[in-house]
């Protein structure tokens, strides 16, 4: 039995309101018996400067598991047998629609890991409290991450299928800032 919170909620005010929802994928290679995550720097464009999973918009006429395994390979450089892992919807205040993003993961890869023009792929650490020596790895960047991602990044790792929901305001210097979010295990297998 892994040892997380399935259900988490917080924030203040009543959620944002939202005509349009687009649709996007984000993917991760979990490795537990290396006990690391790929994760990679976005080096251009929303979320620049922002570690994330490699993801991207589901184009006209491909599922969101097409578009997961499409993404993977453009912005990594290699190929998964990706599994869903989970969905959320993401709404930023300013914005004209949310996102509705797809969660996969996968252990095993085929390919090299490459640096694009989108994202610099690095290896962290997964938690593991059991450790008898720290991993020379670094600790999952979450001070560098989309402020909701340590809530859920759990439940990904745990391989809880999760749903979630996040708003996020604009402050004086327009950063996003996390006002409002629910995430939880959509099962307890
Ligand atoms: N880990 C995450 N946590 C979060 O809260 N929001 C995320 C998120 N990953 C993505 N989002 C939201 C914000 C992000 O800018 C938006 C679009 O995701 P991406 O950055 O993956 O897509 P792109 O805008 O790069 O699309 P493409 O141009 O098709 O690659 O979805």
Redesign the pocket.
């Known amino acids: 039995m892994d040892n997380i919170t399935p259900y988490s909620e917080g924030g203040e005010g009543d959620w944002l309101l939202f005509e349009q929802r687009k649709y996007?994928t984000?993917a991760f290679i979990v490795q537990h018996d290396n006990k690391r995550i790929l994760l990679g720097l976005?080096k251009r464009?929303?979320?620049k400067d922002k570690y994330?999973?490699f993801?991207?918009?589901v184009e006209d006429g491909e599922t969101s598991a097409e578009a997961a395994v499409r993404?993977l390979q453009e912005e990594a450089g290699i190929t998964a047998a990706l599994e869903y892992s989970g969905t959320m919807l993401?709404f930023s205040e300013g914005s004209d629609f949310a996102?509705h993003?797809d969660y996969y993961s996968a252990a095993a890869y085929q390919g090299t890991v490459t640096e694009t023009e989108?994202m610099r792929p690095e290896w962290f650490a997964l938690p593991d409290v059991d450790a008898t020596e720290p991993s020379t790895l670094p600790q999952i960047p979450f001070h560098q991450?989309?402020e909701?991602?340590h809530i859920w990044f759990p439940l990904l790792i745990a391989k809880r299928i999760f749903n979630g929901r996040?708003d996020f305001r604009l402050d004086a210097n327009s950063q996003h800032k996390l006002t409002k979010w629910w995430f939880g295990a959509a099962s307890a297998s």
């Open positions: 996007f984000n976005k464009g929303f979320g994330n999973g993801g991207g918009k993404e993401f996102y993003i989108e991450m989309w909701d991602d996040v």
